[in-house]
């Protein structure tokens, strides 16, 4: 069996449609969504309704909690100064522009997932199994913290979301995976990114997809729409930066 996984979409409509069309080229059998959908991006609306017109299965991530709730805060790790305030101008601005409908749905979704293919038993996550929203599980987690994910759960593999980081972790006889990003990558390739998982047999099989979109729309977008110019440099360069309190300008060919 082939499933898909994909997260941290975050209101971006364009690199969402990049990866479904993806998806369906390489017939997969099932899709899965990490969570995160909203916040960030200028299309936070569209991709909820998007998901829920393809009725993809999806987790919440700590953005669909704080839009779902209307929350001052998403929780996350967020340095000090500029970085902090362009995350609550996305999140109050998210909150404004999606309807009660979609924040019902929002608010709806679980914070955890666990199924079983072919033998093969899956648990999905935004975070991580100790705090499903806001731990960050990243490449660089130290063996101790994920020695004590893989003993803590019985599933055999873990695809968590939230860093925008693709990782690939064998612990203790487990698989730890995310996809990356596929709306906001931070790892410096701007290509959204997803994964592919093929079961068979009990036997496991992975690949990190990586997918052209077209950033220039969704930039001018964010452009268009008033939010920060930050959001925009982040998406053309595919990963975070600095955000001090010096003038931000890019040129996207």
């Known amino acids: 069996m082939r499933l898909a996984f994909f997260g ?26 990490l969570g ?17 017109e393809k009725n993809i299965k999806t987790i919440m ?13 998403c929780g996350c790790s967020y340095s000090p100064g500029r970085e902090t305030e362009v995350g609550d101008i996305s999140l109050n601005w998210s909150i404004e522009r999606t309807s009660e409908e979609t924040k ?5 979704l679980p914070k955890r997932m666990s199924f079983e293919v072919e033998g093969v038993k899956f648990l999905l996550v935004h975070g991580s199994p100790f705090n499903e929203l806001l731990e960050y599980v990243k490449p660089d987690t130290s063996s101790e913290r994920l020695k004590e994910i893989a003993h803590t759960v019985e599933e055999n ?16 006889g487990k698989l730890i995976l995310n996809p990356g990003s596929a709306g906001r990558p931070k790892d410096g390739d701007p290509r959204a990114s997803y994964m592919i ?6 036997v496991i099989s992975f690949e990190t997809i990586r997918v052209v979109y077209d950033v220039k729309t ?6 268009k729409k008033g939010l920060p110019i930050e959001l ?17 300008t890019f040129t996207l060919k």
């Open 8 to 33: 941290d979409v975050h209101g971006n409509l364009e690199a969402l449609n990049a990866v479904l069309e993806d998806i369906q080229r390489r017939g997969v059998d099932e899709i899965f969504c």
């Open 36 to 52: 995160d959908l909203v916040g960030y991006g200028p299309d936070p609306e569209a991709v909820v309704q998007l998901i829920r």
């Open 61 to 73: 991530g700590n953005y669909d909690d704080a839009v779902g709730y209307s929350k001052e805060s």
């Open 104 to 108: 019902e749905f929002l608010r709806s």
């Open 157 to 172: 593999v873990v695809v968590n979301g939230h860093t925008h980081l693709p990782m690939v972790k064998w612990v203790l």
């Open 197 to 202: 998982v093929d079961v068979k047999s009990g």
């Open 218 to 223: 969704t930039v001018e977008k964010i452009a």
């Open 232 to 248: 925009a440099t982040v998406l053309a360069l595919g990963q975070t930066f600095d955000m001090g309190p010096g003038k931000v």
